[in-house]
């Protein structure tokens, strides 16, 4: 009696049934699926934060120089010659021996401290080797290396990598990503409560005709069938919303991170979200959508009996 | 085809609503069940229907008994019974077409033979062309039909009804109660609950007799009159 086609037709007309519902009451509709859409809008919202200041910040790895300050005092003839040996070190792509004169000329310049500074005889800067490390030698160990090596020097003060404030920003990019993800899982709570208080509201407005289609011999599954569609519609809905506001958002502040960028000279533009988050976020809005009606109705369903 | 043996049904709330009845009632034939309200009239037919289960006894309808009948296999179970209720239980917001089809939907029929087997059933309780209307634009008696046709549009084993011609003028009882003999006459086994004693009589069906929860007699009243043709 029942083949392939008839099971099709039957949950397209399921499908249509519930849109066809949705469509009837606009408003809720709306409001339900606005709610849904923000819950969902903030966890890619933060998700694109930390991609985009991940792109933004992309080539900072690449770019871990270490600053080797000499003792005061140090001849500047030693400071030269110790350079030629870091030069032809392995690992060391090229050493800028920067002296003490030049840094602090270059203060002075630019500091806007030149009186000051004339009061002060002697020059308090140290002589200062810029080393960058080769291209692979870039790891942490190997960094960690190159720094011993030149911390065992007698006559250098300070190593110092601005790997340091590599670590500490991508400690704090964790730290978003780590919020980002507590932040998902709180708020596809919130959107599995939504879908299912809204189902449960519609599964005890629609009572009577649920009791009947059990009186002719509907199974749990039957009457179940159109709510979860529903569900899965609020989801998707829901999700389509968050798109929407995350595009929004992000097409408002483009052109002030444009302006941000080019000031540091970067040329870095705003990422939006991408095509593979936004059908991760309709597949996981569509998937929270069915799971909050199938709780939702399988915790009313059951309890609505046809009585005589 | 319907055997009740000692079923007793007592309610949540205390109330021993029958004690002890048996009875059986052979394929293809169809009784009334009287007795006054509150006799226990509605509680056996809520037992065939499987809308409740027996505290004691046993219930068999159609080879099954009611009491071991896994949760999962109640649809299945229903779909073999046609129960026409006093109030009808018809969903006021969907067309006499709807109504009627909703057995067959639930059961997954494809919709070609949903659209054949509407019309004959509306056919069959004189209610032709009036798929589209909605419930409440038609008569009490027409509504009671739809019922009916909602009931038999399966081809079930088993009709029960409840009452189904207590909002109904003589007249209008008359002609529902011939839709129900129609029935039995091709093999349906059919249960009716009623109170309407003189509709009983004139029809001379078995009568099970209902009173204080307890089956008081079983009545053969065969006295042909007119309306009624004599088995």
Partial sequence: ??????????????????????ARAPLATLFTIGVIGLALALPLGLK????????????????VDLSVYFKLGTPIEKVRQLARRAQARAGVASVKVIPADEALAEFRKYSGFGAAL?????????????????????????????????????????????????????AILEVLRRALAVAAVVLAFGVLAVVGNTIRLEILNRRAEIEVMKLVGGSNAFVRRPFLYTGVL????GALIAVAIVLAATALLAP????????????????????????????????????????????????????? | MI????????????????????????????????????????TVLKLIALLERPTRGVVTVNGRSTGLLAARKIPAFRREIGVVFQDHKLL???????????????????????????????????????????PLELSIGEQQRVGIARAVITKPAVLIADEPTGNLDPELALEVMNVFRRFQEVGTTVMVATHDMHLVREF?????VLEGGHVRGVEDVRVPTIGAAAP
Avoid: C
């Fill in chain 1, 1 to 22: 009696m029942t083949g392939p086609g008839t099971w099709l037709a039957r949950h397209v007309q399921a499908a249509l049934g519930a849109a066809g519902r949705l």
């Fill in chain 1, 48 to 63: 694109l934060f930390v991609d985009n200041a991940r792109a933004a910040t992309g080539d900072f790895a690449n770019a």
């Fill in chain 1, 118 to 170: 004339d009061a002060i005889r002697e020059n308090p800067l140290p002589h200062v080797l810029g080393v960058r490390p080769r291209a692979g030698a870039d790891s942490t160990a190997g960094l960690a290396k190159l720094k011993d090596y030149f911390a065992s020097w007698p006559e250098v003060d300070l190593v110092q990598m601005d790997i340091e404030w590599v670590h500490r920003f991508n």
């Fill in chain 1, 234 to 237: 609020y989801g998707l809905l």
């Fill in chain 1, 256 to 308: 002030a991170v444009s302006d941000l960028a080019a000031a540091y000279g970067s040329r870095f533009t705003l990422l939006g979200p991408g095509r593979d988050d936004t059908l991760r976020l309709l597949g996981g809005g569509a998937a929270l959508g069915w799971l909050g009606a199938w709780i939702a109705a399988a915790r009313h369903l059951r309890s609505i009996e046809p009585r005589a």
């Fill in chain 2, 3 to 42: 055997r009740f043996e000692r079923v007793a049904k007592r309610y949540p709330n205390g109330r021993e609503a029958i004690a002890g009845v048996s009875f059986d009632v052979p394929r293809g034939e169809m009784v009334f069940l009287t007795g006054r309200s509150g006799a226990g009239k509605s």
């Fill in chain 2, 92 to 134: 006021v917001d969907r067309p006499v077409f709807d109504n009627v089809a909703l057995p067959l939907i639930v059961a997954d029929t494809p919709l070609r033979e949903i659209d054949k087997r509407v019309r004959a059933a509306l056919d069959q309780v004189g209610l032709l062309g009036k798929e589209r209307l909605l």
């Fill in chain 2, 204 to 208: 001379g069906k078995r009568e099970i």
